[in-house]
Protein backbone atom coordinates (compact mmCIF):
# COMPACT_ATOMS: atom_id res chain seq x y z
CA UNK A 1 0.00 0.00 0.00
CA UNK A 2 0.87 3.86 -0.81
CA UNK A 3 1.71 6.10 1.94
CA UNK A 4 -1.07 7.61 2.90
CA UNK A 5 -3.66 5.37 1.32
CA UNK A 6 -6.05 5.27 3.91
CA UNK A 7 -5.69 8.96 5.08
CA UNK A 8 -7.45 11.94 4.99
CA UNK A 9 -6.19 15.03 3.72
CA UNK A 10 -5.47 16.66 7.30
CA UNK A 11 -3.27 13.47 7.94
CA UNK A 12 -1.84 13.84 4.87
CA UNK A 13 -0.69 17.13 5.67
CA UNK A 14 0.13 16.73 9.26
CA UNK A 15 2.32 13.60 7.99
CA UNK A 16 3.28 16.10 5.21
CA UNK A 17 4.32 18.43 7.61
CA UNK A 18 6.55 17.03 10.05
CA UNK A 19 8.59 15.04 7.55
CA UNK A 20 9.13 18.55 5.50
CA UNK A 21 10.51 19.66 9.36
CA UNK A 22 12.82 16.57 10.18
CA UNK A 23 14.09 16.39 6.39
CA UNK A 24 15.10 20.36 6.49
CA UNK A 25 16.39 20.78 10.00
CA UNK A 26 17.89 17.26 10.56
CA UNK A 27 18.88 16.65 6.71
CA UNK A 28 17.04 13.52 6.98
CA UNK A 29 16.72 11.76 3.76
CA UNK A 30 12.81 11.22 2.84
CA UNK A 31 12.83 8.35 0.06
CA UNK A 32 11.18 10.22 -3.01
CA UNK A 33 8.94 7.19 -3.44
CA UNK A 34 7.03 8.62 0.13
CA UNK A 35 6.40 12.07 -1.58
CA UNK A 36 5.02 10.23 -4.63
CA UNK A 37 2.77 8.48 -2.52
CA UNK A 38 1.63 11.06 -0.69
CA UNK A 39 1.15 12.90 -4.52
CA UNK A 40 -1.07 10.40 -5.82
CA UNK A 41 -3.10 10.14 -2.77
CA UNK A 42 -3.70 14.15 -2.23
CA UNK A 43 -4.51 13.89 -6.01
CA UNK A 44 -7.26 11.34 -5.40
CA UNK A 45 -8.76 12.84 -2.33
CA UNK A 46 -12.45 13.74 -2.50
CA UNK A 47 -12.37 16.33 -0.07
CA UNK A 48 -9.04 18.56 0.93
CA UNK A 49 -9.41 21.52 3.31
CA UNK A 50 -8.10 24.73 3.05
CA UNK A 51 -5.56 24.41 5.51
CA UNK A 52 -4.58 20.84 4.64
CA UNK A 53 -3.59 22.32 0.93
CA UNK A 54 -1.55 25.14 2.71
CA UNK A 55 0.68 22.65 4.59
CA UNK A 56 0.88 20.28 1.90
CA UNK A 57 2.37 22.63 -0.61
CA UNK A 58 4.33 24.15 2.26
CA UNK A 59 5.82 20.38 2.73
CA UNK A 60 6.70 20.12 -1.17
CA UNK A 61 8.47 23.01 -1.39
CA UNK A 62 10.39 22.88 1.62
CA UNK A 63 12.36 20.31 0.58
CA UNK A 64 12.31 21.16 -2.99
CA UNK A 65 10.28 18.55 -4.15
CA UNK A 66 8.31 20.54 -7.40
CA UNK A 67 5.21 17.72 -7.92
CA UNK A 68 3.73 19.74 -10.94
CA UNK A 69 0.40 18.00 -10.55
CA UNK A 70 -0.09 18.02 -7.01
CA UNK A 71 0.72 22.13 -7.71
CA UNK A 72 -1.65 22.52 -10.29
CA UNK A 73 -4.43 20.23 -8.05
CA UNK A 74 -3.72 22.54 -5.17
CA UNK A 75 -4.51 25.22 -7.41
CA UNK A 76 -7.39 24.49 -8.61
CA UNK A 77 -8.93 23.71 -5.40
CA UNK A 78 -8.22 26.73 -3.47
CA UNK A 79 -10.22 29.07 -6.15
CA UNK A 80 -12.71 26.83 -4.94
CA UNK A 81 -12.13 27.55 -1.21
CA UNK A 82 -10.28 31.17 -0.83
CA UNK A 83 -12.38 32.80 1.43
CA UNK A 84 -11.90 29.24 3.94
CA UNK A 85 -8.00 30.30 3.81
CA UNK A 86 -6.64 31.81 6.65
CA UNK A 87 -3.87 34.58 6.75
CA UNK A 88 -0.85 32.21 7.36
CA UNK A 89 -2.11 29.45 4.61
CA UNK A 90 -2.37 32.22 2.16
CA UNK A 91 1.27 33.22 3.25
CA UNK A 92 2.52 29.29 3.43
CA UNK A 93 1.20 28.40 -0.15
CA UNK A 94 2.29 31.87 -1.19
CA UNK A 95 5.30 31.09 -0.34
CA UNK A 96 5.47 27.45 -1.64
CA UNK A 97 4.73 28.77 -5.34
CA UNK A 98 7.19 31.46 -5.20
CA UNK A 99 9.64 29.00 -4.05
CA UNK A 100 8.91 26.43 -6.47
CA UNK A 101 8.18 29.09 -9.18
CA UNK A 102 5.28 27.25 -10.32
CA UNK A 103 2.70 29.23 -12.17
CA UNK A 104 -0.58 28.09 -11.41
Known sequence: AAFGEKMDS??????????????SK???YI?????????KNV???EKIDSRAMSNIVWAFATVGNKAPALFDHVAA????????FKPQGIS???WAYASMRHSS
Open 26 to 28: YRV
Open 31 to 39: DPAIWDGIQ
Open 43 to 45: LNL
Open 92 to 94: NTL
Open 10 to 23: KSIATASHKMAKIS
Open 77 to 84: ESMTQMKL
